[in-house]
């Protein structure tokens, strides 16, 4: 367990405990996202009727693309770190972009869904929403919030897997040296669990 | 600080390609569950279904099976505060009468 | 803790943390170091401003209320001189009291590493840390004013409030980042830095409580981030998450606020025991009674008040069931509070007491936490709680537990590490004095407050029946001779800091572990070699002599 250099004036490098350290903003960024879902199954339990109501008005179908979207830039996250361990460089930024570019499609669709619903007169403080029952309310309430705030994420997540494509094409991150990569990595992987979980609890309740 | 330590065995291509289409067809099958009307259960099935899917993106995909045991120690620690925190909201909420 | 690896400093002297600038030059070479022991003192300079500020905040509210009617100021200033008197004094003193400051400076020198595991995240939190201050502080100048909310911001006034509540809520999102990453640097750097030969158990005491601290920290700070940050959502876009006027529960933003809000009160009381302990067996000259009971308590502590939060609820319109577990939760946690009281009074039982400041500010710790925790099982229990809920006597309880306890704790702190850190001895005569009068006026504050609170005072009122009278009147005397307290202590200490004795000697009070085993002050790297470590962090030997005689 003890890791430490002895000699003094060595440079200190703990892989280790950079992902541990990742690690547990990830509990972090969890109980964030936690706090939202206690929010969420208090008030399912106490609305059941007209979340399932409310829940209607959701798109399934763009549901289901931006989960497989989002499987798949994970699948394509992970293959870019096996690939800079096996030492393909060019291989590796070919997985990130692909990475960088499947988040960015899954925002382009998450932008016309919630328009949709903008269209619809569904957006918060809007007289149609207002005009609902108060179970439905809650229920944009939490989506709006929660896919919003999960949005955001995937937005930081992209832009932070964006420098580290930069910082592979320099040769700061290398086959020797990833660990900032598999950290960018553990945080894109932790916005596709969040998903994988907001998934059926939004999109399939109708 | 000793280089094997550092230095993780790695997982192959083809364990991720699986693991995702796994995960695919996992999906399929929730979605293909939920037009069923299973009452009371739907909801857990939906449930389960979404903690195998992140369970393989934890263990595959986040490294944690071979990774550290103390990361995996981490993980149900973490897991255990939400999971009692939920269990102890409804101690109060599920037995609230004028809902 | 015997290493043969550390050898006093020869001719060679390696530049102390206080000399070694880095990059620049003074001021510049404080807010850009990175070094842990740099960073203690910028969070110790800022945490006692706004403590300052604080405290006269308390001085105002308690000279309103020392008369019936209108005093000094009007019903309005008075709710937002109560709010952010909670507020900073929650936020920006007695949850980072300890850890940013203590733990911070000491950490990475009682388990021998050379710094934390991510010291520029370190500083990174320290900034959050002050722009959250300035903020929630600033925001009394802008039109609106302050918020009015008390600490707690509970909905639905605080989504309605027509003052500035969404500074305030950020800055205490701000403030929760701070500390969290605080924690998750805390967590790694026991886990991986720990000097070759420190096992577990051979870690002071003072890691254990900042390590069940830190876990606290990183798991639940982020909910009343969110809770809060869904608060401010709630008030710009009128989204309905809480205000029941759009079918929102008010109570479930109450269960949110106090998933964290509770624990938080064992991240600020976690700390505090942790200094008590290192404490008591160094000015006792005794091995620490049940080093394991002390260790696993404060890991107890952690898990169980996790899973009381409730308890601040009672009358909100629970549920019996719930009310029922909740309470039963809050009767288990006195368990390991009461098992570290003991085994701190067993250490001094038969010990050769030295009665040195910091062993005053120690036994002033025990003595407050005691009657803080004994009554808060009152309000644990549900009958009671019905009576004494929202009155004085909370105010008193926690006023008790956190002042007496957290804010006692960081004297001890401060007087017990005020040498290691900066090198020069303070007046100990001085020391005993303010402690006398921080005591005496403590308890002048707060103890009628339990009496007033029992006859039916309400807490965060403004105004009150003749029949109070004198219990408010003696409280704010004693706020007077507490204040006078606090003066003497701040000003013998930065007195010190210039005209106090120079020392040199590396262990002024006698103590085993790590950091009394390194130049005073401490250099950059803290140790020349990694010590090996052979023995736990309190094997008193006989013939082993304090340098203290010497210092007097």
């Known amino acids: ?206 | 600080m000793h280089k094997d330590e550092t230095h993780q065995h790695m997982h192959g291509y083809g364990i991720y390609i699986l693991v995702w289409l796994g995960l695919l067809t996992l999906t399929g099958v929730t979605v293909t569950v939920a037009g069923i009307n299973l009452g009371a259960i739907t909801i857990a099935t939906a449930l389960n279904i979404a903690s195998v899917k992140s369970y393989l993106v934890l263990t595959i995909f986040m490294h944690l099976r071979i990774e550290q045991k103390v990361f995996r120690i981490f993980l149900v620690v973490a897991l255990f505060f939400f999971i009692i925190s939920i269990v102890l909201l409804f101690a109060d909420y599920s037995f609230l009468e004028n809902y | ?552």
């Open chain 1, 1 to 206: 367990m003890n890791t430490q250099e002895h000699a003094v004036g060595q440079v200190h490098r703990d892989d280790i405990s950079s992902r541990m350290g990742m690690w547990l903003f990830l509990f972090t960024e969890l109980m964030l996202f936690g706090g939202m879902f206690f929010l969420y199954s208090v008030y399912r339990f106490t609305n059941a009727e007209a979340f399932h109501i409310a829940a209607k008005e959701l798109n399934t179908l763009i549901g289901c693309f931006n989960t497989a979207i989002l499987l798949t830039s994970s699948l394509t996250m992970a293959l870019s770190i096996t690939a800079l361990q096996k030492d393909k460089k060019k291989l590796s930024i070919f997985f990130q972009l692909l990475t960088i570019i499947l988040a960015f499609g899954f925002l382009v669709n998450k932008y016309f869904e919630w328009a949709t619903k903008f269209d619809h007169g569904i957006y918060p403080g809007s007289d149609t929403l207002l005009a609902m029952e108060s179970g439905e309310i809650l229920f944009f309430g939490l989506y709006y919030v929660m896919t919003g705030l999960h949005g955001l994420h995937v937005v930081i997540g992209a832009a932070l897997i964006a420098v580290m494509t930069r910082l592979t094409a320099k040769g700061i991150i290398n086959k020797d040296s990833f660990v900032k990569l598999e950290s960018a990595g553990l945080y894109w992987h932790l916005v596709d669990i969040i998903w994988i979980f907001l998934f059926p609890l939004f999109y399939l309740i109708a």
């Open chain 3, 1 to 552: 803790m015997a290493s043969d690896a550390i050898a006093v400093n020869g001719n060679e002297k390696e530049p102390s943390y206080l000399e070694y600038t880095g990059k620049g030059r003074g001021l510049k070479s404080w807010i850009t170091s990175t070094d842990h022991k740099r960073i203690g003192i910028l969070y110790l300079c800022s945490l006692l401003l706004f403590f300052a500020v604080g405290v006269v905040f308390g001085f105002l509210m308690r000279l309103e209320l020392i008369a019936p009617g209108r005093t000094i100021m009007d019903p309005q200033t008075y709710n937002q001189i109560f709010t952010l008197h909670g507020v900073i004094m929650i936020f920006l003193f007695v949850i980072p009291g300890i850890p940013a400051v203590f733990g911070n400076f000491f950490l990475p020198i009682l388990i021998g590493a050379k710094d934390v595991a991510f010291p520029r995240i370190n500083l990174l939190s320290w900034y959050l840390f002050v722009s959250g201050g300035l903020l929630a502080i600033l925001s009394i100048t802008l039109p609106g004013g302050s918020a009015d909310t008390g600490w707690t911001f509970y909905v639905p006034y605080s989504v309605r409030s027509g003052t500035n509540v969404t500074y305030t809520l950020f800055a205490a999102f701000m403030l929760g980042f701070s500390s969290i990453l605080t924690g998750l640097n805390f967590v790694t750097t026991v886990h991986r830095m720990r000097a070759p030969g420190m096992s577990w158990f051979k870690m002071p005491l003072s890691i254990w409580s900042l390590y069940a601290t830190a876990w606290v920290q990183v798991l639940a700070t982020p909910i009343i981030g969110i809770t809060l940050l869904l608060v401010a959502v709630e008030r710009w876009f009128g989204v309905g998450l809480f205000d029941p006027a759009l079918g929102g529960d008010p109570v479930l933003y109450q269960h949110l606020f106090w998933i964290y809000s509770h624990p938080a009160v064992y991240i600020m009381i976690l700390p505090a025991m942790g200094v008590v302990s290192e404490i008591i067996p160094v000015f006792a000259r005794r091995t620490i009674f049940g080093y394991k009971f002390i260790a696993f308590s404060s890991i107890g502590i952690a898990l169980f008040g996790s899973l009381v939060w409730a308890h601040h609820m009672f009358t909100a319109g629970m549920s019996d069931t719930g009310q029922f577990v909740f309470s039963i939760l809050t009767f288990l946690v006195a368990i390991p509070s009461a098992i570290k009281v003991f085994n701190w009074t067993a250490t001094l039982y038969k010990g050769s007491i030295e009665l040195g400041p910091p062993l005053y500010y120690a036994l002033g710790f025990i003595f407050l936490f005691s009657i803080g925790g004994l009554t808060g099982l009152f309000q644990g229990t549900l009958a009671v709680d019905i009576q004494v809920h929202d009155t004085s006597f909370v105010v008193a309880h926690f006023h008790y537990v956190m002042f007496g306890g957290t804010g006692f704790g960081i004297f001890a702190a401060m007087h017990y590490w005020f040498p290691k850190m900066f090198a020069r001895m303070y007046n100990q005569k001085a020391a005993k004095v303010a402690f006398w009068f921080l005591f005496v006026g403590f308890n002048t504050l707060y103890f009628p407050m339990f009496i007033m609170g029992w006859l039916g005072m309400p807490r965060r009122y403004y105004d009150y029946l003749p029949e109070f009278h004198i219990y408010h009147f003696i409280s704010t005397i004693g706020s007077w001779i507490l204040i006078t307290g606090l003066i003497i202590m701040f000003t013998n200490l930065i007195r010190s800091l210039r005209k106090g004795k120079i020392l040199t000697e590396q262990n002024i009070w006698g103590g085993e572990t790590l950091e009394w085993r390194v130049p005073t002050p401490p250099p950059h790297e803290n140790f020349e070699h990694i010590p090996t470590i052979t023995e736990g962090p309190y094997e008193y030997k006989q013939n082993e002599e304090p340098q203290l005689e010497e210092v007097k």
